[in-house]
Antibody, heavy 122, light 107 residues
Framework: EVQLVESGGGLVQPGRSLRLSCAAS????????MHWVRQAPGKGLEWVSG????????GYADSVKGRFTISRDNAKNSLYLQMNSLRAEDTALYYC???????????????WGQGTLVTVSS | DIQMTQSPSSLSASVGDRVTITCQAS??????LNWYQQKPGKAPKLLIY???NLETGVPSRFSGSGSGTDFTFTISSLQPEDIATYYC?????????FGQGTKLEIK
């Protein structure tokens, strides 16, 4: 059974940093691209970032480019999101999602975690 | 960047009704369009990928069609458990965009 378990969320002050993690199991992690998708309270879904199976291709939403960094450790079956210079508008539930394919730009998200909540507030 | 216009934003229908949601892309995205269902308090679930392919395990009352800029998602006979918010999503050139969502309610 595919499982994606996010962790690392919490309350953080504006301008500070936070690192999210996603532990994957139930599939061959290094065969698939992975993504972070967020959802602000009461709002819709927003893709944040994605990374190919071998970290060779990475993409970011314009809203986080230059502040967030996605990475993965295939040996640990883990996905990460380093979030710097956090803003109030980054407050959201952050989901980890598995891609159906290896590369970015040509597939869909077939499994999702339950999310970790990030609240940016003073 | 490609923009997605999803409509309607909300919809009320009766059990057994045929329900249709549309999604329009600001430029040609071929068939790179997916549909997701999100129930309250739950993570999204993939229903349709590549515009018209039914994800494994998804009931056949769900279907998708379209290509280029205009896409349609249909529930052939609405069931009570279909109450959710539905999102379209496109992927193009390392950017992924979701539609605004359609909140579906039972009349």
């Amino acid at each position: 059974e595919v499982q994606l378990v996010e962790s690392g969320g919490g309350l953080v002050q504006p301008g500070r940093s936070l690192r999210l993690s996603c532990a994957a199991s139930g599939f061959t992690f290094d065969d698939y691209a992975m993504h972070w998708v967020r959802q602000a309270p009461g709002k819709g879904l927003e893709w944040v970032s994605g990374i190919s199976w071998n970290s060779g291709s990475i993409g970011y939403a314009d809203s986080v480019k230059g502040r967030f960094t996605i990475s993965r450790d295939n040996a640990k079956n883990s996905l990460y999101l380093q979030m710097n210079s956090l803003r109030a508008e980054d407050t959201a539930l952050y989901y980890c999602a598995k891609d159906m394919g290896q590369w970015l730009g040509g597939s869909s998200f077939d499994y999702w975690g339950q999310g970790t909540l990030v609240t940016v507030s003073s | 960047d490609i923009q997605m216009t999803q409509s309607p934003s909300s919809l009320s229908a009766s059990v057994g009704d045929r329900v249709t949601i549309t999604c329009q892309a600001s430029q040609d995205i071929s068939n790179y369009l997916n549909w997701y269902q999100q129930k309250p308090g739950k993570a999204p679930k993939l229903l349709i990928y590549d515009a018209s392919n039914l994800e494994t395990g998804v009931p056949s009352r769900f279907s998708g069609s379209g290509s280029g800029t205009d896409f349609t998602f249909t529930i052939s006979s609405l069931q009570p458990e279909d109450i959710a918010t539905y999102y379209c999503q496109q992927y193009d050139n390392l950017q992924y965009t979701f539609g605004q969502g359609t909140k579906l309610e039972i009349k």
